[in-house]
């Protein structure tokens, strides 16, 4: 009796047992296993790289200051600000501003943010929407937020709203520009193709108008947050009793520059923890794009 080719791989199976399943996934495994080494000694290199200029600057500093290089009231040493830093945190003064102006900032934010979105998506779609709105929105957008502040402190008052108001301002603009613009970069092709596959406005804006757009809405949301954490500090440096920038503020009359330097990186971290969560959201959501990484 003669045995057919499934037989003999059958028997073949049977006999090495788990060994040859083991080589098998082994040898499927390998390319997966390196690609993963390979990005995270990609990281590595990148975070090495991205920390010689900030320690190198921390070295150079701290020897000036502790050699008298320069002034420690203007210049304090490094180990002086982590000082200061860790004792407005074991007092709660730290917290209790940090935890104001990310209010400010967030409300703000959503306020002004999403006003840009929507509008930019109207002035996109609708060209008389355009006509009517986008003269005055370009107007309003070449005023410098510094010649307005001292409006809104007039007629707001120095409480939250006034700041808040700010703060809108600011996240407004980047947003609808962005979004006006992503809209118009649309495929024209694309919109016949959802009149053949009849899609109402609202799936237009959903399926087609917003995916499409997302690149320059997520490019406009980055921009969005740097300016309402910029208007923040205006805002906070113009009329306060509490918040990071009223700390700075204080500490500046008091010659305090540890406290000030303080404010200043814990801005910085704020910064680059809600840039670095925008950037998460594009490598998230843009995966579909074939752009040049560089």
Known sequence: MSLTPSDTASNLLKKSGKPVLKALKNQSSAPTLRIIQKNRSSKVRKFVLGSVLPVL????????????IVDATLFPAPTTIVKSFYDLIVTGVLYEHLQISVVRAILGFLLGGSLGLLLGLIVGMFNRAEEVFDPTVQMLRTVPLLAITPLFILWFGFGELSKVLLIALGAFFPLYVNTFLGVRNVDSKLFDVSKVLEFSRIHQITRLVLPAAMPNVLLGLRLS???????????????????VGYMIQDARSFMQTEVVFVGIILFAAVGKLTDSFVRLLERKLLKWQDSYKG
């Open 225 to 243: 947050v740097s300016v309402a954490w910029l208007v923040l500090v205006v805002a906070e440096l113009m009329g306060a009793d509490k918040g």
């Open 57 to 68: 600057t921390l070295v150079v500093w701290q020897y000036a200051s502790a050699n008298e």
